[in-house]
């Protein structure tokens, strides 16, 4: 369904000396530099699948997206999507795609949101019959009834979020795109959005793509991981295996009255027996722990047995970390 073979992408950045000398000089010569975003990237991709696409920022996803979506031309590679070469054939390619930017809406601002659905279903030709069917769907599942009537840009941002979602599904696309669609909400959005993307998946075969820094999404989500790390893919296979090495892996991070390297060493050595790390970040302590080992309950206690703790929160481990993990380890 989707294939990507080979492809890269650089971005030419002309860097101007700052201030007027800069400014002039800039005039006459610009300093020329190659950002690398997408280095030889392969993968495909098939029916009904839901990838989440993961790495630090700046890794490449967006610029991966935007070339799937046919917005970027490759600087080199190939992309066939459904048989088509996305930015060879925009308009083709979008008929079967639904995209979602979490940082930007698609929907147009000074328009109640029914009539934007309206003027979609024109767009794209749906047929009344099916229009109908999937109106009734998504507004119910994304809770979007009631403020269907306001202008876009009267909308919460996780109403917004649900609209664009909605939008994006209207005309049956074959390939979801979900650029951080959970980006800025709350728990209780979060938790909608998820269920909403896992019921299109079931009820409509939809393909999904979703980039985000959200572990929970990935874990609640995903059937499939790719990580990308510097403009490279390092790691594609199941959630599985990631989780086998990394699932478990937990921070405690405790604010303790009078902190110092004291207390490091002590819970260092509380800690010996076990897979962890502890250090001082960002003016709390941090525990890293694996959960199957030990659990929470019990460093929580000695810590409040021996000191006075102030506040205290849980984690799950960040994908930045286990970018760097696999980037030195692998996963095995
Ligand atoms: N139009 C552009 N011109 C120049 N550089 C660009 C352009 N778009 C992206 N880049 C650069 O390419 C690299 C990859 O950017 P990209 O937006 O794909 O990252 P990302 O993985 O989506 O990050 P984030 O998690 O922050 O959204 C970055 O170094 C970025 O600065
Ligand atoms: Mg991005």
């Given at each position: 369904?989707?294939?990507?073979?080979?492809v890269?992408?650089?971005?030419?950045?002309?860097?101007?000396?700052?201030?007027?000398?800069?400014?002039?000089k800039?005039?006459?010569?610009?300093?020329?530099?190659?950002?690398?975003a997408?280095?030889?990237?392969?993968?495909?991709?098939?029916k009904?699948?839901?990838?989440?696409?993961?790495?630090?920022?700046g890794?490449?996803?967006?610029?991966?997206i935007?070339?799937m979506?046919?917005?970027?031309?490759?600087?080199?590679?190939?992309?066939?999507?459904?048989?088509?070469?996305?930015?060879?054939?925009?308009?083709?390619n979008?008929k079967?795609?639904?995209?979602?930017?979490?940082?930007?809406?698609?929907?147009?601002w000074?328009?109640?949101?029914?009539?934007?659905?309206?003027i979609?279903?024109?767009?794209?030709?749906?047929?009344?019959?099916?229009?109908k069917?999937?109106?009734d769907?998504?507004?119910?599942?994304?809770?979007?009834?009631?403020?269907?009537?306001?202008?876009?840009?009267?909308?919460s941002?996780?109403?917004?979020?649900?609209a664009?979602?909605?939008?994006?599904?209207?005309?049956?696309?074959?390939i979801?795109?979900?650029?951080?669609?959970t980006?800025?909400?709350d728990?209780?959005?979060?938790?909608?959005?998820?269920?909403?993307?896992?019921?299109?998946n079931?009820?409509?075969?939809?393909?999904?793509?979703?980039?985000?820094?959200?572990?929970?999404?990935?874990?609640?989500?995903?059937?499939?991981?790719?990580?990308?790390d510097?403009?490279?893919?390092?790691?594609?296979?199941?959630?599985?295996?990631i989780?086998?090495?990394f699932?478990?892996?937990?921070?405690?991070?405790?604010?303790?009255?009078?902190l110092?390297?004291?207390h490091?060493e002590?819970m260092?050595?509380f800690?010996?027996?076990?897979?962890?790390?502890?250090?001082?970040?960002?003016?709390?302590?941090?525990?890293?722990?694996?959960?199957?080992q030990?659990?929470?309950?019990?460093?929580?206690?000695?810590?409040?047995?021996?000191?006075?703790?102030?506040?205290?929160?849980?984690?799950?481990?960040?994908?930045?970390?286990?970018?760097?993990?696999?980037?030195t380890?692998?996963?095995?």
């Amino acid at each position: 369904m989707i294939q990507v073979k080979n492809v890269s992408k650089s971005f030419t950045v002309y860097k101007k000396d700052s201030g007027f000398k800069g400014a002039v000089k800039g005039l006459f010569k610009r300093q020329k530099e190659e950002i690398k975003a997408v280095k030889d990237i392969s993968f495909q991709i098939n029916k009904g699948e839901i990838i989440g696409y993961i790495g630090a920022n700046g890794a490449g996803k967006s610029t991966t997206i935007k070339m799937m979506t046919g917005v970027l031309t490759p600087s080199s590679g190939q992309i066939l999507v459904g048989g088509v070469v996305p930015h060879e054939n925009r308009i083709e390619n979008a008929k079967h795609i639904g995209v979602v930017f979490g940082q930007r809406t698609q929907l147009w601002w000074d328009l109640p949101l029914e009539e934007t659905y309206t003027i979609l279903k024109e767009i794209y030709n749906v047929p009344d019959q099916v229009f109908k069917e999937r109106y009734d769907y998504l507004t119910d599942l994304l809770e979007i009834e009631p403020f269907i009537k306001q202008p876009v840009r009267t909308l919460s941002l996780g109403q917004r979020m649900r609209a664009d979602l909605a939008a994006s599904m209207l005309h049956n696309p074959d390939i979801l795109y979900l650029d951080e669609p959970t980006i800025g909400l709350d728990v209780m959005v979060k938790e909608r959005i998820r269920k909403a993307i896992k019921s299109m998946n079931q009820k409509y075969n939809v393909t999904v793509i979703l980039t985000t820094h959200d572990m929970s999404d990935i874990q609640e989500l995903a059937t499939r991981i790719m990580i990308i790390d510097k403009g490279e893919i390092i790691y594609d296979g199941s959630k599985e295996a990631i989780n086998k090495q990394f699932g478990n892996t937990r921070q405690l991070s405790l604010k303790i009255d009078g902190l110092s390297d004291q207390h490091v060493e002590v819970m260092t050595q509380f800690m010996a027996d076990y897979e962890s790390r502890v250090a001082i970040e960002e003016g709390a302590l941090k525990i890293t722990f694996n959960q199957d080992q030990i659990a929470v309950a019990d460093i929580l206690s000695y810590v409040m047995e021996n000191y006075r703790v102030l506040d205290f929160s849980l984690q799950d481990q960040n994908i930045e970390e286990i970018v760097k993990k696999l980037y030195t380890g692998g996963v095995s």
